[in-house]
């Protein structure tokens, strides 16, 4: 029981903290940049990648053989990018971490927002002129919560794999960053749109609520059998490499574009493997 009060108190300081802070940076600096936006992203793709790669996956792998190994992940992956596509479907957009005038190429623009001043009505409409900006920032951040459930599976399981607990807090606190950019882009068009500083921040804090569920019945699953586990970490393996190449690098892409910026992910992942090395010896 006290491990899963270990996990919660984590779950809850990276996944709801990281959302919040995210907030806080949206409401503070209502106009960051698009360059230093797109380079944070590249760098927290760039630790998740090696998080997953040489830490999920080659826990997975020890429990069972490659090829279960790569099948679940292939699940986690396609699993995790239909239920995003559903969100999208159901919201009428295409949501975006950033947020920022690039996202018109998707015919949107949720969350700068550029047009709408964070004192103006609560009706200001965005850019696709069906929803307010107030309302896109909602359906951004009930968006967020649903996509955050296999996220902090791959954090549960991640404790259940762990030979040192310290990789278990490795993964929460890559998930925190990865999520300060999330709070952002929902914060964003709450303020765009009229709403409160206080408001913005706590309904980008109450998105990552379901981080919290999801690491404990990630750890639930992983701690039953070694097969499970392998599972377990394959499946977040695969939601992991989504959210990587389905949504952090595509947004940076969108957001700022230059030769250069791949160095940024390179630093991640060398901070990453880094990172785990010194877990694991």
Known sequence: MQDYFTIFLITAATGVGGLA????????????????????????????????????????????????????????????????????????????????????????????????????????????????????????????????????????????????????????????LHNIPEGMSIASPLLAGGGKRAGAVGIAALSGLPAIAGALIGYGAGTMNPLVLSVSLSFAAGAMLYVIFGELLPESEHLWQDRMSGLATMLGMLLGMALIFMHTH
């Open 21 to 176: 802070l995210g907030g806080v940076l949206a409401a503070m600096i209502h106009s960051p940049s698009d360059r230093a936006v797109s380079l944070l992203l590249r760098f927290t793709a760039g630790v998740m990648l090696s998080v997953t790669c040489f830490d999920l996956v080659a826990d997975a792998a020890e429990e069972s053989g490659i090829l279960p190994v790569l099948c679940w992940i292939m699940i986690g992956y396609l699993l995790t990018c239909l239920l995003n596509c559903w969100i999208d479907r159901q919201a009428h957009h295409t949501h975006s971490h950033g947020g920022h005038e690039s996202n018109r190429a998707h015919g949107h623009s949720h969350g700068r927002a550029r047009a709408a001043a964070p004192g103006g009505g609560s009706g200001e409409l965005c850019a696709c002129g069906r929803h307010t900006l107030h309302t896109a920032g909602l359906v951004l951040a009930a968006a967020v919560a649903l996509h955050n459930m296999p996220v902090g599976m791959a954090i549960g399981a991640t404790f259940a794999g762990a030979a040192h607990a310290g990789d278990g807090v490795l993964a929460a606190l890559i998930i925190g």
